[in-house]
Nanobody
Framework: QVQLVESGGGSVQAGGSLRLSCAAS????????MGWLRQAPGKEREFVAA????????RYGDSVKGRFTISRDNAKNTVSLEMNSLKPEDTAVYYC????????????????WGQGTQVTVSS
């Protein structure tokens, strides 16, 4: 079992930045693809970013490309999401996720989930 705990959420004005962190425990995440997804009120959970365990390849949702950066530190068993140029439409609960086949990381078929952290962007 893998437990995931997100941190770093908060409130920021449009154009600002936040860095989310996800700390894993229970097992090493070095052999797992890792990702971030988000869910805004009244909307379906949306893919944000993923990083592949084999070669560090990354993938991003269209709405965050060029603004968000996912990274991982296997030694610390953590994954981070650097979010820049934030927009009000980025407001959502952000979830860290672990263990999904790379071919379907954009879907919600992840094995492990964190509890989520709220990000609010005001205009």
């Amino acid at each position: 079992q893998v437990q995931l705990v997100e941190s770093g959420g908060g409130s920021v004005q449009a154009g600002g930045s936040l860095r989310l962190s996800c700390a894993a425990s229970g097992r090493t995440i070095s052999n797992y693809n890792m990702g971030w997804l988000r869910q805004a009120p009244g909307k379906e959970r949306e893919f944000v970013a993923a990083i592949k365990w084999t070669d560090g390849r990354t993938r991003y949702g269209d709405s965050v490309k060029g603004r968000f950066t996912i990274s991982r530190d296997n030694a610390k068993n953590t994954v981070s999401l650097e979010m820049n140029s934030l927009k009000p439409e980025d407001t959502a609960v952000y979830y860290c996720a672990a263990d999904a086949p790379w071919t379907i990381v954009t879907m919600t078929s992840w094995r492990y989930w964190g509890q989520g952290t709220q990000v609010t962007v005001s205009s």
